[in-house]
Structures are given as C-alpha cells and as structure tokens.
C-alpha cells in the first residue's frame, strides 16, 4: 500500500469507515481512462478543515437579515448523515454547516432526492443515523420536520391556492412563521402574489416553494432542482437562494455543476452510492490539477508530492503542488473547475449548460 497520505478528509463529519475500500473516494475507471493510481486509500479526497463562515450578502427581507451568522463564527453542525444505505445508497455520510450552502453533486439515478428524503423523515434507511438540530431521525421526524425547508423538483399546490393564501396556510401551519418577509419576497423574486400557483411556470413555482421554505424560519433547506429546469430557471432559483438565504444550512440537490459554483461554498458528491468528497469547495480545486501527458500511452514517473487521482486520455489527474520544473512526461498544468473535478474524482462528467437557445422561454 502507498504511503502518501489521502487527501485531507473533512474533520468534523461523521464517523470513518472501518475499512480501506469504503474510504475510497474515486470508483473503477471507465473504459477510455487508461491509467491511474493502484492505490484506493492514495485517491481519497477530503478538505482543509472546516473554514470560517464567509460574509453573506445582504438580506431581501427584514426579517432574514437578524439570523445571519457572523463573519468571525465557526460554522456549527446541523444536520449529519453517517453510513446511510437506502436505494442506490451505500455507507453515505455527509455533514451540513449552519449558515453554508452545500452543492449535492451527482448524476441522475445516485440517490440525491432519496437523501433528501430521508433528512425530512419521508423515507426509512436500511442502515445509518441521521439527525437535524439534535434531533434523530426517524424518532424526532415530527419535530424535524418544523424545522426543515423543502422544495421538491416539482412543487403542487391546492387547486385554488394563490401564493398570497398559500402563506395564510403555512402562518397556521408553522409556529416560526413570518409573513412580511415572505410577501417581500415574492415582490422580490417577480411573483404575481393573486395568480393560481399551479398556472405558473415551474421555475416560479419552485422560487414560491423555496421563499415558503425559508420563511417558516429553518434550520436548514433542502432544494431538490429537477432534471427538467433549464439553465436559465436554474439560474433564478439560485439567485433567489442567495437572495433568501439565512442562517439556515442549505442542501442543494443537482445533477449540473453550472451555476452551482458561485452559489455553493461547499460541495458534496455522490457516486457510486457513496459521498466520494464533502467539504470546502476551494479546497477540493486546490488539491487538484490537470496535466497534459507528452504520451497518453505512457504513464510518467511522479514525484512523491503528485499522486495521480484518475486519467482521461492524454489528461492525467492529480493531486498535490505542482513540481517546478514539471517532471518528464508532462507538458503543462492546469487549475480545474467544478465540473473537471467532480469528474476527476468520480472518472465521469456531469452533463454540461445547455444553449442558451433552450433558455429563452424563461425570459
């Protein structure tokens, strides 16, 4: 076994695996990857430890602006995911941050909504313990669920109900519900506050969903984005989550990467069944580089500082400080976007930003 440490792991979440495999952050390689590292425990991905909140910007609503954490507070727990197996599930384990937003990364089929699901109390695991705020899951699920936000992929609503009666329903519903704020928000996302809610165009629909949610005062949110949104719906939702958020920890549910690295401090992705990496965005694209081989076909000598993490034809993955000068065999290196590293660790891309073509019809 190699002696080269894995990459940092995050130092707060849950309990480690017993063993090596389960540690293991990057899947087999598909067909067209032509080398990589032998070594499972050398691919491991994790962050730096957990940094300090990053300032937020400024509150739409009055009411939003009095939970916002402070720029010098560390960010404390509050939802944890430890060896969770549901569906396609495997031994997942995740922590979400007070105050952050955490990017759920992975394709479609991974187990992203059953997660989510499964922090509301709506689905049983197999296996795991999950908690929100102190609370565990399925015990609590009653009191979790008064301090959980959700919005599904594709929100419904009585028939008759327009969003102005929709937050007279939620104000006899939810205890910790503030109604001026939620008006204010919906005159702020573009809302027609007398329009039946299910006459409207999904990404509306999702952005009344999502100030619903963070109007009855959270602990945390979950936003499940469907398949079917476009960029540009996409784009609004996560304006208005930037736009909404609190100190709630924010889960954010995706199979793109596009847009989600301006709005997510943290990042989580799942493949395979299992969370490869949770932790601090910046320091997974720190770890990583991309270098261009000389040879595809033949596999360079590295130095003990550069691990290799996975190889795509004649790009060859990496983890650790450039050398200077480059070793034999490779030309040049290069920093990594979101996109680029998830499909480093995992060996497969998520799919890219559609046309701006399709995006028309949410202008």
Same mark, same amino acid.
């Given at each position: 076994?190699?002696?080269?440490?894995?990459?940092?792991?995050?130092?707060?979440?849950?309990?480690?695996?017993?063993?090596? /495999?389960?540690? &293991?952050?990057?899947? &087999?390689?598909?067909? &067209?990857?032509?080398?990589?590292?032998?070594? &499972?425990?050398?691919?491991?991905?994790?962050?730096?430890?957990?940094?300090?909140? *990053?300032? /937020?910007?400024?509150?739409?609503?009055?009411?939003?602006? /009095?939970?916002?954490?402070?720029?010098?507070?560390?960010?404390?727990?509050?939802?944890?995911?430890?060896?969770?197996?549901?569906?396609?599930?495997?031994?997942?384990?995740?922590?979400?941050?007070?105050?952050?937003?955490?990017?759920?990364?992975?394709?479609?089929?991974?187990?992203? =909504?059953?997660?989510?699901?499964?922090?509301?109390?709506? /689905?049983?695991?197999?296996?795991?313990?999950?908690?929100?705020?102190?609370?565990?899951?399925?015990?609590?699920?009653?009191?979790?669920?008064?301090?959980?936000?959700?919005?599904?992929?594709? *929100?419904?609503?009585?028939?008759?109900?327009?969003?102005? =009666?929709?937050?007279?329903?939620?104000?006899?519903?939810?205890?910790?519900?503030?109604?001026?704020?939620?008006?204010? #928000?919906?005159?702020? #996302?573009?809302?027609?506050?007398?329009?039946?809610?299910?006459?409207?165009?999904?990404?509306?629909?999702?952005?009344?969903?999502?100030?619903?949610?963070?109007?009855?005062?959270?602990?945390?949110?979950?936003?499940?984005? @469907?398949?079917?949104?476009?960029?540009?719906?996409?784009?609004?939702?996560?304006?208005?989550?930037?736009?909404?958020?609190?100190?709630?920890?924010? #889960?954010?549910?995706?199979?793109?990467?596009?847009?989600?690295?301006?709005?997510?401090?943290?990042?989580?992705?799942?493949?395979?069944?299992?969370?490869?990496?949770?932790?601090?965005?910046?320091?997974?694209?720190?770890?990583?580089?991309?270098?261009?081989?000389?040879?595809?076909?033949?596999?360079?000598?590295?130095? *003990?500082?550069?691990?290799?993490?996975?190889?795509?034809?004649?790009?060859?993955?990496?983890?650790?400080? @450039?050398?200077?000068?480059?070793?034999?065999?490779?030309?040049?290196?290069?920093?990594?976007?979101?996109?680029?590293?998830?499909?480093?660790?995992?060996?497969?891309?998520?799919?890219?930003?559609?046309?701006?073509?399709?995006?028309?019809?949410?202008?």
């Amino acid at each position: 076994m190699s002696t080269d440490p894995p990459l940092r792991q995050d130092s707060a979440p849950s309990p480690p695996p017993e063993d090596d /495999e389960a540690r &293991d952050l990057t899947p &087999d390689e598909p067909e &067209d990857a032509t080398s990589g590292p032998e070594d &499972d425990e050398a691919r491991d991905l994790a962050p730096d430890q957990v940094e300090d909140a *990053p300032s /937020e910007p400024e509150a739409a609503t009055e009411g939003a602006s /009095e939970a916002r954490p402070s720029e010098a507070a560390t960010p404390e727990p509050v939802a944890t995911v430890s060896g969770l197996s549901l569906g396609p599930l495997q031994d997942a384990s995740l922590t979400l941050l007070d105050g952050e937003v955490t990017a759920l990364l992975g394709p479609a089929g991974a187990g992203k =909504s059953l997660l989510l699901r499964a922090l509301l109390g709506l /689905e049983r695991p197999q296996a795991g313990t999950l908690s929100v705020a102190d609370l565990a899951l399925p015990r609590d699920a009653r009191k979790i669920r008064g301090l959980v936000g959700y919005v599904p992929p594709d *929100p419904t609503f009585y028939p008759s109900q327009d969003a102005a =009666s929709l937050g007279r329903f939620l104000a006899g519903l939810h205890p910790r519900w503030v109604t001026p704020p939620y008006l204010l #928000l919906l005159d702020a #996302l573009g809302i027609d506050r007398d329009r039946r809610l299910n006459d409207l165009p999904l990404d509306q629909r999702l952005r009344v969903s999502l100030a619903a949610a963070f109007c009855m005062r959270p602990r945390l949110v979950l936003v499940d984005v @469907p398949a079917a949104l476009g960029d540009w719906g996409r784009e609004l939702l996560f304006a208005a989550i930037a736009q909404a958020r609190t100190k709630a920890a924010v #889960l954010v549910a995706d199979s793109r990467v596009h847009g989600l690295d301006a709005l997510a401090s943290r990042v989580a992705i799942l493949a395979r069944g299992r969370v490869r990496y949770t932790g601090p965005a910046s320091s997974l694209l720190e770890q990583l580089r991309a270098y261009r081989l000389a040879d595809a076909g033949v596999a360079p000598t590295l130095p *003990p500082e550069l691990v290799a993490v996975h190889q795509r034809g004649a790009t060859l993955y990496a983890r650790g400080t @450039p050398p200077d000068p480059l070793p034999a065999g490779l030309l040049q290196a290069r920093e990594l976007d979101l996109g680029e590293a998830y499909a480093a660790v995992v060996g497969e891309a998520l799919p890219a930003p559609r046309s701006r073509a399709a995006r028309v019809r949410f202008e």
